[in-house]
């Protein structure tokens, strides 16, 4: 599967780096999706972008900061992480912000965070 | 928020075996989706699936919305098949709502 694009797909940072994680999608959708995905834990929705606009903020710590500049592009920029917080970093993408439009993934990146 | 409860966690098949995974919700969903996490972490859309069966080759789905359960079935296992399978339903909109995961292993 193509349609998701994620970079890097590996990655491990200090707990004092910045990076940016990228997603890029190019089925022509409208929503934009970051989810992380803990060991033993559920996939967890973090952020919702429609249309460039964030319209959903899933009680994710500051030290995330999502940025949407066009519907086809979405980063997650890191800083000064913890290393509670190393996991696997999925986007996903719908073609519209309607009830239950299906979701389509990304490969993900694995974060460490030493 | 809605729980979604997948069984059993885990599942060890021979190759050629017959399978059922079952997904609860606490509460009614809008929609729902499965989908197979391969072992380098992508997860491949398997159905998307408010109600109703569907069949694409040896995989097939059955919601029961009113009694807030689906079910994958697979025929006929693969050694290609291993993974772990997620059940996923839509609360409100757009939030999708995981379960835990059903890890399937064939052996050959």
């Known amino acids: 599967e193509t349609g998701v694009t994620q970079t890097p797909r590996h990655l491990v940072m200090g707990m004092t780096n910045k990076k940016s994680l990228k997603c890029e999608q190019h089925l022509g959708h409208n929503a934009m999706y970051w989810y992380k995905q803990s060991a033993k834990k559920p996939l967890e929705l973090m952020f919702v972008y429609n249309f460039k606009e964030q319209t959903e903020n899933n009680s994710v710590p500051s030290r995330f900061s999502p940025e949407c500049p066009n519907s086809s592009h979405l980063f997650l920029h890191l800083h000064t992480l913890q290393p509670e917080d190393s996991a696997l970093y999925l986007c996903?993408?719908?073609?519209?912000?309607?009830?239950?439009?299906?979701?389509?993934f990304g490969p993900g990146t694995r974060l460490t965070v030493t | 928020g809605i729980q979604v409860e997948q069984s059993p966690p885990d599942l060890i098949l021979q190759e050629g075996a017959n399978s059922t995974l079952r997904c609860n919700f606490s509460?009614?969903?809008?929609?729902l989706q499965w989908f197979h996490q391969n072992p380098w972490g992508q997860l491949i859309n398997l159905f998307y699936i408010p109600s109703g069966t569907k069949q694409n080759g040896r995989l097939s789905a059955t919601t029961v919305a009113t009694e807030r359960y689906s079910l994958l079935y697979i025929s006929s296992s693969q050694t290609t098949d291993s993974g772990v399978y997620f059940c996923a339903g839509y609360q409100g909109a757009q939030k999708l709502v995981f379960g835990q995961g059903t890890r399937l292993t064939i052996n050959p």
């Open positions: 996903a993408s719908s073609q519209h912000p309607t009830s239950g439009t299906e979701q389509y």
């Open positions: 509460d009614s969903v809008n929609n």
